[in-house]
């Protein structure tokens, strides 16, 4: 049972950032998250230790994140699905870190059920994939339940993405394979650090703009 007050909350137009999660050695969720989405924004971030650019609506997204994870904190459920889970507890902002991965993070949420089990949930301030996770966001949450398996000693089988404006909320198995694979993209992403091989960037950035905060610094290469 996780007990209240277990977890301590703990050039150009790009500057370097000075965040420990960049300079610090060990990873986060969002390089795993990043690596997914385009490996080099990890690269920008982990390597070229550069910080991306933000627009207004990154920004304003982030301000109602924080929003609805204080509503939840008031009681005030935001995960408008009928997920059918008997809940004994909730906990918030959890810090994670584990040694053996070398990876740290906060967790959003926490729901423990009356049966012992522990399901990780994020809040994203953006929409869906026509109604199905962005594959980045499910590796993230992948690695924050590769770290409560290290810090509780438990497995993790679901977890749960509330896609904030459309107030969706997707629920789905973690199976062995995609810790395996999320596994794999950590090891390929210390690698690249090791390295300092710059990656192959994702195809659809050479027809349109993507919003990664790095796009116009991409395409100067």
């Known amino acids: 049972m996780v007990r209240r007050g277990l977890w301590r909350k703990r050039s150009l137009k790009y500057r370097s950032s000075e965040s420990?999660?960049?300079s610090e050695k060990y990873l986060a969720p969002t390089d795993v998250k990043q690596y997914v989405f385009c490996p080099r924004v990890t690269y920008f971030t982990r390597v070229m230790r550069l910080k991306p650019v933000m627009g207004s609506?990154?920004?304003?997204g982030k301000k109602t994140h924080k929003k609805l994870t204080d509503l939840e904190k008031r009681r005030q459920s935001v995960l408008k699905s009928d997920?059918?889970?008997d809940i004994r507890n909730k906990e918030f902002e959890i810090s994670l870190k584990c040694h053996e991965l070398e990876m740290h993070g906060r967790l959003d949420m926490?729901?423990?059920?009356?049966?012992?089990?522990?399901?990780?949930v994020e809040f994203k301030s953006m929409i869906s994939r026509k109604g199905q996770l962005h594959v980045?966001?499910?590796?993230?949450?992948v690695t924050l339940s590769l770290l409560l398996e290290c810090n509780?000693?438990?497995?993790?089988?679901?977890?749960?993405?509330?896609?904030?404006p459309e107030e969706l909320t997707i629920q789905f198995p973690i199976s062995h394979s995609i810790k395996?694979?999320?596994?794999?993209?950590m090891k390929s992403i210390q690698n690249m650090i090791l390295s300092g091989?710059?990656?192959?960037?994702?195809?659809?950035?050479?027809?349109?703009?993507?919003?990664?905060?790095?796009a116009d610094y991409c395409r100067d290469l």
């Open 152 to 164: 509780l000693g438990c497995i993790v089988r679901r977890g749960i993405i509330h896609y904030i």
């Open 197 to 214: 091989n710059i990656p192959d960037g994702r195809r659809e950035c050479s027809m349109q703009k993507v919003g990664c905060g790095f």
């Open 110 to 120: 926490l729901l423990e059920t009356k049966d012992g089990e522990f399901i990780p």
């Open 136 to 141: 980045d966001h499910k590796y993230q949450l």
């Open 180 to 185: 395996r694979r999320t596994k794999f993209v």
């Open 20 to 22: 420990t999660d960049i």
């Open 83 to 85: 997920l059918n889970l």
């Open 57 to 60: 609506q990154q920004e304003a």
